[in-house]
């Protein structure tokens, strides 16, 4: 696995420097997924990794806070995994239990190859309720970041009367929130050929992964390398690159259920963090700001970083989740 790993990332066009740099680092990434399949133990940082069967998966989860506490499911998105968290969780576990998965095709969660998983934001999100029901989770407040975001909403759908609270940080559920990055994913949209899927590619590599991640950063050395360098490694596995072009093709349906979302946050009008970095370039602000058209009394912050804002702006946001009027 760990050469078919170093051939992908060589393929992504990742100089040989980087490609020794790489060997070590996904060797680290697969030490870490045998060490979260072992029974977990409490580390300083009270962050446990752990892993459970649902809807055929073995989903891998980190897991912080007092099991009794209010719970909060945390939902990464593209390119990322749980690792997205992976600061926010101790900043947080004396007030909530933290719950973090890797969706499929994301960070250290398997998919068995006798599942013939079909990679769609449909089946990720019945993944993600069968993650719930098997963790017997009955209360949550959702913390949705980017694909996190229809996830999630889906969740919500499904279980209006179990949600709490929404976090969305930069998790768009509204037209007006899709920014101008998303043009070849639109042309996909319109025309599924093959050069349309190519043109798809470069955001998957090393190089895209990257950009997306110090994009619109004011100090792009604030942000930690081994995030990127942890999602291309993971996304350079043999295969996934197609699972993720058929993933940024399948996110046209969740275009057509925003109007299911913002009619669930009509009726049910859940307490509601938007809390955005305002440099985006896939989901802009005007996504966070129409949030208040459906809850008047959301509450929206803009800040002045890019998508992955957790990586730059993460007192600001845990901050802000801490003062909000949660409900058990």
């Known amino acids: 696995m760990l050469a078919s790993l170093q051939n992908s990332l060589s ?18 990434a697969l030490s870490a997924y045998k060490a979260a399949a072992a029974p977990s ?11 459970v069967e649902a809807d055929g ?55 068995p190859a006798a599942r013939k998983y079909d990679y769609t934001f449909a089946s990720l999100s019945n993944t993600i309720k069968a ?51 998303w043009g070849p994913a639109r042309a996909l949209w319109k025309d599924p050929s093959e050069a349309n ?10 190089e895209g ?3 997306a991640y110090l994009h619109g950063v004011p100090n792009p050395l604030a942000v930690a390398p081994e995030a990127y360098w942890l999602d291309a490694a993971l996304l350079a596995r043999p295969g996934n690159d197609e699972i993720q072009i058929g993933l940024k093709y399948d996110y046209r349906y ?20 938007a809390i955005w970095g305002k440099n985006d370039p896939f989901f802009i602000p005007p996504g966070a700001e129409t949030f208040r058209r459906d809850i008047p009394d959301a509450q929206v912050h803009l800040l002045d970083t890019g998508h992955f804002a957790l990586e730059t702006n993460l007192d600001d946001i845990a901050a802000a989740i801490r003062q909000m009027p949660i409900r058990t």
């Open 254 to 273: 969740n275009i057509e259920r925003y109007p299911l979302y913002q009619d669930y946050f009509r009726k049910n009008k859940p307490t509601t963090l």
């Open 131 to 181: 993650f719930v029901d098997a963790l017997q989770l009955k209360k949550y407040a959702l913390y949705v970041f980017d694909y996190g975001g229809p996830v999630g909403f889906n969740l919500a759908l499904s279980y209006p009367d179990r949600v709490t609270a929404i976090i969305s940080q930069n998790g768009n559920a509204y037209v007006e929130g899709l920014g101008e990055a």
């Open 197 to 206: 899927r190519n043109a798809i590619r470069p955001v998957l590599t090393f």
């Open 11 to 28: 393929e992504s066009g990742l100089t040989r420097r980087s490609l020794i740099l790489s060997s070590a680092f996904t060797a680290a």
């Open 41 to 51: 133990s409490t580390t300083r940082s009270d962050v446990t990794y752990h892993t």
């Open 209 to 211: 992964v990257r950009k």
């Open 57 to 111: 998966v073995e989903v891998f989860y980190r897991k912080a806070g007092p099991a009794d506490a209010p719970a909060l499911l945390l939902l990464h998105g593209f390119a990322n995994s749980s690792h997205y968290f992976r600061q926010l969780m101790p900043r947080l576990a004396d007030k909530f239990c933290l719950i973090a998965p890797d969706l499929p095709s994301f960070g250290f969660t398997v998919v």
